[in-house]
């Protein structure tokens, strides 16, 4: 079992972000928050060290995605990602790579 809690739903509930979440669209294709994020070294890297099975179900979330987009279609609403329930599975990874990239850092400033 991963050692790493991803938390569920956004940090603070609001109608404005749940807006600007529903607005986005990427929703609509089954896709979660973390699924979208710009892929710099940091979060490549968060990608590379999910367990086998997150990161197969973040390919298959994609590759329906991009399926979706390319027939110009959209999941059922029942099937779209819920602003409550999006979960950050990607965030703990995250939040790790930039800390050792921060220390690394501040290593090579003093040494």
Request: glycine residues 4%.
């Amino acid at each position: 079992m991963s050692k790493y809690m991803a938390r569920v739903g956004p940090a603070v509930f609001s109608k404005l972000g749940k807006w600007a979440y529903e607005m986005s669209g990427f929703n609509q294709y089954g896709l979660h928050r973390d699924d979208c994020l710009y892929e710099n070294e940091d979060v490549a890297e968060a990608v590379r060290r999910l367990p086998r099975k997150m990161y197969d179900e973040r390919n298959y979330r994609i590759l329906r995605a991009l399926h979706l987009s390319m027939t110009k279609t959209i999941l059922p609403k029942e099937q779209w990602t819920k602003y409550e329930e999006d979960i950050k599975y990607l965030e703990p990874y995250l939040n790790e790579v930039v800390k050792e990239r921060e220390e690394r850092e501040e290593w090579n400033k003093t040494h």
